[in-house]
């Protein structure tokens, strides 16, 4: 059974009291984001049910929010999940060859895992960086004005770090 | 230099800080509305200051605010709008991430004025860095005595706080966000009710976008009659234009509304001109759902007028031969660049973005998105063009949220001005089948070309 560690079950807990009583389930998507991060990056049916039951709420609720939103993922997924921007303002600033040299260089197409399990790749939708484009994000960094060159710095680094790039830690939110 | 009232201290070190913010003149217009002002005196200033809302739609934000029901013994609710998503735009990043007190304290001012004592800033879960930032920020004006119980001694209480959603497009619709703030998908809401009457948690509620609300501070500090001689005519105040594309210094800059379009891409104090001195095309003013203008139409009016950045004038001529200032997401294309492939990365978006309630819409979108890709890709017919244009009129105006129309826009507006590129693509299929067809050689009308 998925349980939290003690600090995120707090921090869940404070999340819920943002809300008004009775609307707990308010904080169901900020939970989700906690509950990905720490269960490796995605959200398997156990996950959801456990949420489901911070929230005391019917697990269907869970999930019919959690296949809505693009950010959760319900298959597992490389460490790193780089999402690079493919629209028009990113396209126009050459974000196809950005696509295409990474689809090649980690052998992999839109949507795909390394073998090693280290990247997924993901084209996705405007990310709010049109004025520094082409751009990906990994975890809750942005990387942004790519070139070839820095596409193979960034992710030597990854490589190196070998670290899952998360998009929430706890101490993102203020002891409340 | 135009007058700045949002970014006027960005470049200061530590502008993120509260100490430098509070030292910079920060939180004196929740000073001033708590301390000398009633509730109704600060919306009515919001009123004098002409001020209308940043996100797109440009409706009066007090008149707005003016709907907000008050049934005693109801909560309500301000909630800011920081889910920016519409391609094109990046300005309330920029605002957040260099000034977040801005944006709290235009919060706490706004919610005064309403009598909120709770309310929420929705920003997208991309943005999660910013979250990082906003809830330092909120921590920051907690310690200081401007949130929490009893703000200044006046016994006004207000708790304020952030929430992330996750990768929806659709949650920048004021009902779609609130459903997810409640928890749910981002499915929109009929309207009426509006949120004014029943909004979060079917309590009396105001949406604003970030810009909007950080507005509200110059605002009282300034008055706002003071505020409404900043601009032009009915478009007062300043405007964040996100500046993108095939420009020399893409970037956030403040302006006051009233400048021309051609100044504001060809000054060195703003886009600086065109990349690598190619020639501008045409251009999309106000984020992805505002119809795209060529370079005549942008620069001047049909009716030869000056173009210039403000409301009225981007959409003198109404969607025939203008456009809209919508969000500020201003991007340009350069001579290189593919009206047709643009469209349909477009359509892809809005396909993709569909929340699929309505059937024009979700099922509409991916017609478009299929129809332009094979024309894009040399497989199309020259029926295909006005099959396009029958299912966008078919999307616009029979969906319950603006997103079919969103949809729709961009489409008939690239026929409307660039018929002869869909129609090129159809007739010379060869000729389009590398994707940077127009890298080398620029399309210049159908009477150019030598198949």
Redesign the interface.
């Given at each position: 059974m998925a349980k939290f560690s003690e600090d995120t079950y707090d921090l869940a807990l404070r999340l819920i009291k943002?809300y008004?009583e009775g609307?707990q389930?308010?904080?169901?998507?900020?939970i989700?984001?906690l509950a990905q991060a720490e269960f490796g990056g995605w959200l398997s049916a156990e996950v959801m049910d456990y949420v489901a039951s911070i929230?005391n709420?019917k697990p269907i609720?869970v999930y019919?929010?959690a296949s809505?939103?693009?950010?959760?993922n319900l298959k597992p997924v490389g460490k790193c999940l780089i999402e690079v921007c493919?629209?028009?303002?990113c396209?126009?600033?050459g974000s196809?060859d950005i696509i295409q040299y990474i689809e090649k260089k980690l052998s992999i197409k839109d949507g795909e895992t390394t073998k090693d399990g280290m990247f997924t790749l993901k084209t996705?939708?405007?990310?709010?960086?049109?004025?520094?484009?082409p751009m990906m994000?990994c975890g809750?960094?942005?990387y942004e004005n790519l070139t070839t060159d820095s596409v193979d710095e960034i992710i030597s680094s990854l490589k190196e770090q070998n670290q899952a790039q998360v998009?929430?830690s706890n101490?993102?939110?203020?002891?409340? | 230099m135009g007058r700045k009232v949002l970014l006027e201290h960005d470049h200061i070190e530590g502008i993120n800080t509260y100490e430098v913010y509070r030292r910079m003149g920060g939180y004196r217009s929740v000073e001033k509305a708590i301390k000398t002002m009633s509730p109704d005196e600060v919306v009515e200033e919001v009123k004098k200051s002409g001020l209308r809302g940043r996100g797109g739609a440009g409706f009066p934000t007090g008149m707005k605010w003016s709907f907000l029901a008050k049934p005693a013994g109801v909560a309500r609710y301000l909630v800011c709008n920081a889910d920016e998503s519409e391609p094109g735009t990046f300005k309330d990043r920029y605002l957040m991430e260099k000034n977040p007190h801005i944006l709290v304290e235009g919060m706490i001012t706004a919610s005064f004025a309403l009598g909120a004592n709770t309310s929420y800033i929705y920003i997208r879960g991309e943005y999660f860095y910013l979250v990082k930032i906003l809830e330092r920020a909120i921590a920051e004006a907690y310690a200081a005595g401007f949130l929490g119980k009893n703000i200044l001694g006046s016994g006004y209480d207000l708790d304020l706080y952030v929430h992330p959603g996750a990768g929806a497009y659709i949650c920048g619709e004021e009902t779609a966000l609130l459903e997810s703030l409640e928890g749910k998908r981002g499915n929109p809401r009929m309207k009426p009710p509006f949120p004014a009457i029943a909004g979060l948690y079917a309590c009396p509620t105001v949406v604003n976008n970030v810009e909007t609300i950080a507005a509200v501070v110059p605002i009282v500090n300034l008055g706002g009659e003071e505020y409404a001689k900043i601009g032009i005519g009915r478009s007062t105040g300043t405007k964040l234009i996100s500046a993108g594309g095939n420009i020399k210094k893409p970037g956030v800059y403040e302006i006051e509304m009233g400048i021309s379009v051609e100044d504001f891409i060809y000054s060195d104090e703003y886009c600086g001109g065109i990349e690598n001195d190619l020639e501008l095309k045409a251009c999309v003013p106000g984020g992805s759902s505002v119809p795209i203008l060529p370079k005549d139409l942008l620069l001047k009016t049909a009716a030869g007028e000056t173009r210039l950045m403000s409301y009225e004038s981007l959409s003198d001529g109404g969607f025939a031969t203008g456009s809209m200032l919508g969000s500020g997401g201003f991007f340009v294309y350069d001579q290189r660049a593919c009206i047709v492939r643009s469209t349909w990365n477009f359509s892809r978006f809005y396909h993709h973005e569909s929340c699929g309630q309505c059937s024009p819409c979700r099922e509409g979108t991916g017609w478009m998105e299929k129809i332009l890709h094979r024309i894009e890709n040399g497989h199309g017919k020259m029926h295909d063009i006005d099959l396009l244009v029958d299912v966008a009129s078919k999307i616009e105006g029979n969906t319950i949220c603006p997103l079919g129309d969103a949809a729709a826009w961009p489409v008939a507006a690239a026929i409307r001005h660039f018929r002869e590129e869909f129609e090129y693509h159809i007739k010379y299929p060869e000729k389009v089948k590398d994707p940077k067809h127009f890298h080398k050689t620029p399309f210049r009308g159908l009477k150019n070309v030598y198949a």
């Open positions: 943002r008004p609307k389930k308010s904080a169901l998507i900020p989700l984001h929230l709420i609720e019919e929010v809505f939103y693009s950010m959760f493919r629209t028009a303002p396209w126009l600033k196809e996705v939708e405007c990310l709010g960086s049109c004025g520094t484009a994000q809750h960094k942005y998009y929430v101490d993102f939110f203020r002891e409340n | -």
